[in-house]
T-cell receptor, first 115, second 112 residues
Framework: AQSVAQPEDQVNVAEGNPLTVKCTYSVSGNPYLFWYVQYPNRGLQFLLK??????LVKGSYGFEAEFNKSQTSFHLKKPSALVSDSALYFC?????????????FGSGTRLLVRP | ETGVTQTPRHLVMGMTNKKSLKCEQH?????MYWYKQSAKKPLELMFV???????ENNSVPSRFSPECPNSSHLFLHLHTLQPEDSALYLC???????????FGPGTRLTVT
């Protein structure tokens, strides 16, 4: 079965420190990979995607993610965390040949950046 | 977030009521989606519409009935819901050429 795992329910980091939110996937083929962020009482906001090419992709708000095919991982990173980055982060995959375009989401990781 | 709007933002309904959720996208996309987000569970895809045709129904109970009259509007008709249907219902849209989906702010539904 196709699945996405976010092994950490919560990540705590001090402001100014680097952050990493982990994501691994188990799907057949070469999926498209995404990160979304959700602030309280809001919908999901698209951060970045990996389709093909350079394994390091850059997205909104200074976030980047590194695709590792051998480890089937797509970890989200930021060199210097801000308190305003505190939110719920979701990793997602999509199978390119899936004509329904559906996304398979991980369970989410809550990021807490302390001042 | 103004690219995809959802109304109402909050809804409280009894188990015998009938209500509808509305979603509108202003992005020129051709696919629209309904998701359910419950506490401590991954987002659950409910329905997918592609060019107004339903292409996915993820084993959703018949008390949820989607409607897509055109590529910009999506409805979710609700009737005889159960308390466990209380959740945040998210609408999203996407364009075939670009795989990312754009989400609305959601409707917080409480079934009493």
């Amino acid at each position: 079965a196709q699945s996405v795992a976010q092994p950490e329910d919560q990540v705590n980091v001090a402001e100014g420190n680097p952050l990493t939110v982990k994501c691994t996937y188990s799907v057949s083929g070469n999926p498209y990979l995404f990160w979304y962020v959700q602030y309280p009482n809001r919908g999901l906001q698209f951060l970045l995607k990996y389709i093909t090419g350079d394994n390091l992709v850059k997205g909104s708000y200074g976030f980047e993610a590194e695709f590792n095919k051998s480890q089937t991982s797509f970890h989200l990173k930021k060199p210097s965390a801000l308190v305003s980055d505190s939110a719920l982060y979701f990793c997602a995959v999509r199978l390119p040949m899936d004509s329904s375009y559906k996304l398979i989401f991980g369970s989410g990781t809550r990021l807490l950046v302390r001042p | 977030e103004t690219g995809v709007t959802q109304t109402p933002r909050h809804l409280v309904m009894g188990m015998t009521n009938k209500k509808s959720l509305k979603c509108e996208q202003h992005l020129g996309h051709n696919a629209m989606y309904w998701y359910k987000q419950s506490a401590k569970k991954p987002l659950e895809l409910m329905f997918v519409y592609n060019f107004k045709e339903q292409t996915e129904n993820n084993s959703v109970p018949s008390r949820f009935s989607p409607e897509c009259p055109n590529s910009s509007h999506l409805f979710l008709h609700l009737h005889t819901l159960q308390p466990e249907d209380s959740a945040l219902y998210l609408c999203a849209s996407s364009q075939e050429a670009a795989p990312e989906q754009y989400f609305g702010p959601g409707t917080r539904l409480t079934v009493t």
